[in-house]
């Protein structure tokens, strides 16, 4: 098929995963390269088939959607694959912590056809599923509860060490600005914005602008309850 997208499905529901297989091989420009009911199975898929996107359920027996993302991101053979998790609106401690083991983004799970393929489609191009805004008003809610406090995202650490302009850079990207939206704001191109944010994930160790939005709040350049709109 080409330059399809080469897409594993992971999800303990067979019924589920047959429907989800059904739609991304009906697009053109995909293909299902493998399926897993567990989250073991799509670990060692994942490095058998080597997939472009798996799209991910959090809850799965043997090994759960979020330690097995963790795995694939921590292994750098596996690097380039990029993690689609499926979760629902109450899932929202579950969705922070995919987020900060390596999750490009994620989806509820009763999104509509059209959307799980728009989004499998952004997954694979390399960017964040979602404009951050949403991402970061879920994280907003969670950061309230101090149980998540203890866990915290290790780039955020190293915010302190970022010039001036860096961490404006940062708060912006926290807020859900896209990189041309930063760039009018701070009257940079949407290139040097980009570079800007690529030069912040590489200092931070982000794997991506999710991860960038977790450190944002955790470490306090966004305070939960801040208005998220663009400023």
């Known amino acids: 098929m080409g330059d399809a997208l080469r897409v594993l499905l992971a999800d303990d529901q067979h019924l589920v995963r047959s429907a989800f297989a059904m739609l991304v091989s009906s697009a053109a420009d995909m293909e299902v390269v493998g399926e897993a009911a567990d989250g073991r199975a799509a670990l060692e898929l994942a490095r058998e088939c080597r ?15 979020i330690e097995a993302t963790r795995l694939i991101a921590a292994d750098p053979e596996l690097s380039r694959i990029r993690v689609l998790v499926l979760t629902t609106y109450e899932d929202d401690e579950n969705v922070l912590a995919a987020l900060r083991a ?13 959307e799980l393929l728009a989004a499998i489609r952004t997954i694979g191009a390399g960017e964040a599923l979602l404009s951050p805004g949403p991402t970061a008003r879920l994280i907003s809610r969670v950061l309230r509860m101090p149980a998540t406090a203890s866990t915290g995202t290790p780039g955020s ?5 970022l ?9 912006l990207v926290g807020r859900g600005l896209t990189n041309a939206e930063i760039g009018t704001l701070l009257g940079l ?33 966004i305070v939960p309850g801040d208005d998220l709109s663009p400023t």
Not at 102 to 114: C, E, I, N, Q, S
Not at 157 to 161: E, F, I, N, P
Not at 163 to 171: D, G, H, P, Q
């Open 51 to 65: 997939p472009d996107v798996v799209v991910m359920d959090i809850r799965m027996p043997i090994l759960d959607g």
């Open 157 to 161: 650490a190293r915010v302190a060490d």
């Open 189 to 221: 191109s949407p290139l040097t914005a980009k570079t800007h944010v690529s030069r912040i994930m590489a200092r931070l160790g982000a794997r991506d602008r999710p991860q960038l939005v977790v450190i944002a709040y955790e470490s306090g350049l």
């Open 102 to 114: 390596g999750a490009g983004g994620f989806l509820v799970k009763d999104t509509r056809p059209a």
């Open 163 to 171: 010039s001036a302009r860096e961490r404006e850079v940062l708060t």
